[in-house]
């Protein structure tokens, strides 16, 4: 039975980080891409970074470039998100997700992936 479950979320003040955790169970990822979204309260799920498997390609929400890393510790099967600079807009539940295979483009669609966390709740307070 495959398991993701995140950690690190917390109330934290405008401007400060958080290092959001995931760590998977069940099954190994370290070929496949896995991902991570959030939902604010009364918006849709957004797409909020990707990491591919082998060679850790990136991609990311404009509204976090620069401010959100994704990586990943294969050997640990376990992903990654470092929020720097956090606004009171990043207030949200994050999801990690982890797909069967590998993609980076289908990245930001949440249909592509086959397995979810129960999510972290994230509050930044301006």
């Known amino acids: 039975q495959v398991q993701l479950v995140e950690s690190g979320g917390g109330w934290v003040q405008a401007g400060e980080s958080l290092r959001l955790s995931c760590a998977a169970s069940g099954r190994t990822f370290s070929a496949s891409t896995m991902g991570w979204f959030r939902q604010a309260p009364g918006k849709v799920r957004e797409f909020v970074a990707v990491?591919?498997?082998?060679?850790?390609?990136?991609l990311y929400a404009e509204s976090v470039k620069g401010r959100f890393t994704i990586s990943r510790a294969n050997a640990k099967n376990t992903v990654y998100l470092q929020m720097n600079s956090l606004k009171s807009e990043d207030t949200a539940v994050y999801y990690c997700?982890?797909?069967?295979?590998?993609?980076?483009?289908?990245?930001?669609?949440?249909?592509?992936?086959?397995?979810w966390g129960q999510g972290t709740q994230v509050t930044v307070s301006s």
């Open positions: 997700a982890a797909a069967k295979i590998e993609f980076l483009y289908s990245g930001f669609r949440p249909n592509a992936y086959d397995y």
């Open positions: 990491i591919t498997g082998s060679a850790g390609r990136t």
